[in-house]
């Protein structure tokens, strides 16, 4: 899941830390909390964008303890691109962790004790070889008395959760509440007035057509492929399949280019016995359903006899091979009963 970044030299960076914190050294921890909070305050998300300059300003320069803790998202733009990253995402979920914490922490002392901040690569790699990041996805908060390397960082089997997981780190590290995380819901308001309109609209030519019998509900063409349906779902072990989750076939392990879709063995019913099984018993059912539905209104009865013919036929055939399939499968025999006599 990470990617490894390049990083600048260890002395450079910190020869570059002392020169900027000797800048900033003069100014106050209430000055930086009210700068962080104006800086919060112009970010829709509430999330302030740092850089090598700005991290040192609020870290370095600042005589410990300080009365905020930092909590960083490490970002680079060059590998957006990289799906199984998922840097875009967890950006986006670090947005909503932010911008929920503000609105439940609003009126509250908590809003100037935790401060979200995201850093991009290309603009601060003087701080990623600071903290000793060299792997993305990457988070690390920044205690009041931590600095660069002390910092503790999410680990990242906790990125699973997306922001409820960001948000358990946080006030395990912090001692803070978050609170619930405000996800925006899947509709905007507009879309819903959109879809209620519609709805409106199409039911009030249903309601016309229901009252006129000229629906679907009102075809039985519609009733008979729904009952054809249901059956050959019924008796084709469809419902096995989707609970168990069983293939329609499996690969020969003895010549792994053949396919196998009859298993021999009662332990398991691969999707392909089903279906073959369930297409014999519907197959036979119908023929039933047109001979006694049907075939009646047929006037001639040499068709009527032939028709009869045919469909027993087919009928006994298909009998036939589900007995012999279950037998092949199951091992055990299944025979018709004979009278005594007749033996």
């Known amino acids: 899941m990470a990617s490894h970044l390049n990083l600048p030299t260890t002395t450079f960076c910190i020869l570059l830390t002392v020169i900027i914190s000797l800048c900033f050294a003069t100014e106050s921890n209430e000055e930086r909390t009210s700068e962080l909070l104006s800086l919060q305050s112009r970010s829709n998300s509430g999330i302030i964008r740092l850089n090598d300059q700005s991290l040192a300003r609020y870290i370095t320069s600042v005589k410990t303890p300080r009365p905020y803790s930092l909590l960083i998202f490490f970002d680079a733009s060059q590998l957006h691109d990289k799906t199984e990253l998922r840097l875009t995402e967890l950006h986006k979920e670090f947005s909503l962790l932010s911008s929920s914490f503000i609105t439940n922490n609003k009126n509250h002392s908590s809003i100037s004790k935790l401060f979200f901040c995201d850093i991009e690569f290309r603009e601060s790699q003087l701080s990623f070889s600071q903290f000793g990041v060299n792997a993305l996805p990457h988070i690390r908060i920044v205690g009041p008395t931590h600095g660069f390397k002390d910092s503790e960082s ?23 509440s978050v609170g619930p995380i405000h996800r925006p819901p899947i509709l905007s308001t507009n879309k819903i007035i959109i879809l209620v309109l519609g709805f409106l609209i199409w039911f009030s ?13 009102h075809d039985p063409r519609v009733w ?19 609970i168990r989750k069983m293939p329609m076939f499996l690969a020969d392990r003895n010549d792994p280019s053949k396919l196998v879709f009859f298993y021999q063995g009662s332990g398991m019913q691969l999707g392909a016995e089903g ?32 028709v009869m013919i045919f469909a027993l036929l087919v009928c006994f055939l298909a009998v036939k091979q589900v007995v012999y399939l279950n037998n092949w499968k199951t091992g055990y025999g299944i025979h018709g009963y004979w009278p005594s006599s007749w033996n």
């Not at 249901?230 to 096995?240: Q, T």
């Not at 369930?278 to 049907?294: I, M, P, Q």
């Open 224 to 242: 008979l492929a729904g009952s054809v349906f249901v059956y050959f779902f019924s008796v084709s072990g469809a419902m096995h399949n989707i």
């Open 154 to 176: 999410m680990d990242q089997s906790d990125y699973s959760r997306l922001a409820e997981s960001m948000a358990e780190f946080v006030e395990s590290k912090t001692k803070l």
């Open 205 to 217: 030519f249903f309601v016309k057509k229901l009252l006129t019998g000229q629906t679907l509900l």
């Open 275 to 306: 279906f073959t099984v369930g297409f014999l018993y519907t197959l036979v059912g119908l023929l039933l359903a047109f001979t006694t539905h049907g075939l009646v209104k047929i006037k001639s009865v040499t068709v009527q006899r032939v």
